[in-house]
């Protein structure tokens, strides 16, 4: 029971030794602590890990946290299948990643603060994973979007840093708001928070409706969709993915580990969680695959023309949480979890790629570091990070036999079987599979093919990145290659899908039917499609590389509107932002000059009105006085005697 | 006796009279004081007056030196025109 309370604990203990002792006494030892902490929950998840794979699934109760009549919330943990691999998933992505940022935040005045933030936010992703209860998994799902916000604005001094986090955090409350009302919605109608009774009960209100507005909505349905709103603030789906591009303004390792590895998927871990729930709904079930496959095709066009490095990785990480969705949605809730687990390997391979470019160019003086217009040629300076690099993108793209392939096209095939909407579906996944192969290419070529566009003065300057870097990222490389090879599909390997079978306990087996041809089908269409995006890339950035350029003035409304992401964001801030800005200037000046100074500013003013009055008393003339004082007298002889 | 000396010190404008006036109003108490203990047969009347000769002392010689240190500053002695005391 210890151990598994340590497992979050740890990070915790690291986060206030930093936080309290860090700006004095710690200073740039802060990795001292956070690494030997992160390190040993991740040697704990391991263990907990085998726990489970032995058929100890562990559901405790630590402490009681709230008790107030019928209402009983503790915190508690449920280790099963679907909690470990997301244990294993987290902690050791933390650990490289906090070895990673070792050599990343190097120098930086914030170092001790920068690792008391990341072991915080560990601390609430455990506990997010680990929860038994959904109060806990709530905590734990506001706490990293806490965290998240103070490492996005985490170089505050940068106004653009600071918006970001701001803007993270509000568009998150939007989707948090549902999430809330989900959870007092279950709690209302199940009389508990705990998933094994929840879940338990989860059959005998199927049926039920509940009036809302005059409509008669389905019970199940209605608890589905307020989660799911959380789900899509805080995986970033479509309408409230804008924050996490913009959240690209936080320090590098932040945006592997929050914004792409762990915080992010979240949302598809607390879908499958509810998996009982959502099983029961199939509106919410389309409602999931078809935000899914829309946001995953979405992101990914957007992500064509982008020309900052972290942003093209932020939009890819976009389109493939839609993927997940897209999983999930259509019932295959382990190939969600699946993708989410090689994903998290190969994306935070990418960012740190990216980071370890930025790094680079930073130190040699660049001044528009992460714009790939005036990278190229780092090939032959920076080896190792081009050969991770690579790596990750054959994985992302589905090339065969890398992990990305196993998880994508098990997606893909559950689509496929998943009706005419499955179908339609499938069609938009392999489409952004396609997009996916060309921007992850375009990047490869404009960053480290080609020569060099910065100036020459810098271009002597970089040089590959030191190898506290660039280890994390070879085992991060590995598990890029590697992580696939538990879920091999039955097609290739009788009883290949090992994660499958795993996660099966919890997550159920998907349905589904199909012939060997539909399939061989499927993982060629994806073959293709990856190839393709790779061909395109190669004939667009390498062969003939004013194409581009020509294609975006043949082109141009296609191109602006891309470029400027769809103009959502212009979108939302003169239908959204600006509206409330206005009407909170408005009343701003109206509550705040009329009401609160009103208080403020009115009481010493009614004090000093009385005391002019009454100063006028004070005559300065001892005659008056003594008047006074006389008639004082007699009156109080006269009340006594007249008492009497 | 009393009478005389609250009319005085609400009438007068001299301070020095003013300060007589208390003075007498002092010592109409006192006398009263002394023929009722006599009337009543008690000692405590009397000892009451020891009292306030020593408090009309006192209150006569602080209230006669405030006033000669007014005196020094402001050539007055007219209630009147005192007024610094005014808010």
Partial sequence: ?644 | MFSIGVFGFLARRNLLIIFISIELMLNSVNISLVAFSHYLQSMRGQILVFFVITVAAAEAAIGLAILIAYYKNNPTIKVDEINILKG
């Fill in chain 1, 1 to 644: 029971m210890l151990k598994y309370t340590l497992i979050p604990l740890l990070p915790f203990i690291s986060f206030l030794v930093n936080i309290l002792f860090g700006r004095n006494y710690i200073k740039d030892k802060a990795h001292w602590i956070a690494v030997p902490a992160v390190a040993g929950s991740f040697l704990l998840a391991v263990s907990a890990f085998f726990d489970v794979l032995g058929g100890n699934n562990v559901n405790i109760n630590i402490y009681s946290w709230i008790v107030s009549g019928n209402f009983n919330v503790s915190v508690g943990f449920l280790i099963d299948q679907l909690s470990a691999i997301m244990l294993i998933v987290v902690t050791s992505i933390s650990t490289l990643i906090f070895i990673y940022s070792i050599g990343y935040m190097h120098g930086d005045g914030g170092y001790y603060r920068f690792f008391a933030y990341l072991s915080l936010f560990v601390f609430s992703m455990l506990m997010l994973v680990m929860g038994n209860n959904f109060l806990v998994m709530y905590f734990g799902w506001e706490a990293v979007g806490l965290c998240s916000y103070f490492l996005i604005g985490f170089w505050f001094h940068k106004k653009s840093a600071g918006d970001a986090g701001k803007k993270a955090f509000i568009v998150n409350r939007f989707g948090d708001f549902g999430f809330g009302l989900g959870v007092i919605l279950i709690y209302l109608t199940f009389g508990s928070l705990e998933y094994m009774q929840v879940f338990d009960k989860a059959g005998s209100i199927a049926g039920q409706t509940i009036n809302l507005l005059g409509y008669d909505v389905s019970l199940v349905t209605l608890i589905c969709l307020l989660l799911f709103c959380g789900a899509v603030g805080k995986s970033a789906q479509i309408p409230l993915h804008v924050w996490l591009p913009d959240a690209m303004e936080g320090p590098t390792p932040v945006s592997a580990l929050i914004h792409a590895a762990t915080m992010v998927t979240a949302g598809v871990f607390m879908v499958a969680r509810c998996n009982p729930l959502f099983s029961m709904s199939h509106t919410a079930m389309n409602t999931v695959a078809i935000v899914g496959g829309v946001t995953a095709i979405f992101a990914a066009t957007i992500a064509l023309v982008q020309n900052d490095i972290k942003r093209v990785i932020a939009y890819s990480t976009v389109s493939q949480l839609g993927y997940m969705f897209l999983a999930l949605g259509v019932g295959a809730y382990s190939a969600g979890i699946f993708h989410l687990y090689t994903h998290a390997y190969f994306k935070a391979l990418l960012f740190l790629g990216s980071g370890s470019v930025i790094h680079a160019l930073h130190h040699a003086g660049h001044h528009d570091e992460q714009n790939m217009q005036k990278m190229g040629g780092l090939k032959k300076y920076m080896p190792i990070t081009y050969k991770v690099f690579i790596l990750a993108t054959l994985s992302i793209t589905g090339i065969p036999f890398f992990s990305g392939f196993f998880s994508k096209d098990e997606i893909l095939w559950r689509a496929y079987q998943g009706g005419d909407l499955g179908k339609f579906l499938w069609l938009l996944a392999a489409l952004a599979a396609l997009l996916t192969a060309f921007y992850s290419w375009r990047l490869i070529f404009l960053t480290f093919h080609g020569t060099f566009r910065g100036t020459h003065e810098q271009e002597h300057h970089i040089h590959e990145s030191p190898p506290v870097i660039t280890v994390p990222l070879m085992c991060l490389a590995f598990g890029a290659v590697f992580a696939g090879y538990v879920g091999i599909p039955p097609i290739f390997l009788e009883h290949g899908d090992r994660i499958g079978e795993f996660l099966a306990p919890v997550l159920g087996h998907p349905e589904g039917h199909g012939s060997h041809a539909e399939e061989i089908f499927v993982i060629l269409v994806s073959i293709v499609v990856a190839v393709m995006g790779w061909l395109i890339a190669y004939k667009m950035y390498i062969r003939n590389t004013e194409l581009p350029q020509k294609m975006e003035t043949r082109f141009p409304g296609i191109h602006r509107v891309l470029f400027n992401k769809y103009y959502i964001d212009e979108l939302y801030s003169k239908t959204i932002v600006q509206p409330v800005l206005k009407a909170s200037d408005k009343i701003i000046l109206g509550f705040d000059t009329y009401i609160i100074e009103g208080i403020v500013n009115g009481v010493p003013e009614l004090i000093g009105a009385f005391s002019r009055k009454f100063r006028e008393v004070q005559t300065g003339m001892l005659s008056n006085y003594a008047l006074v004082m006389a008639i004082g007298a007699v009156c109080i002889v006269g009340i006594w005697i007249f008492l009497k």
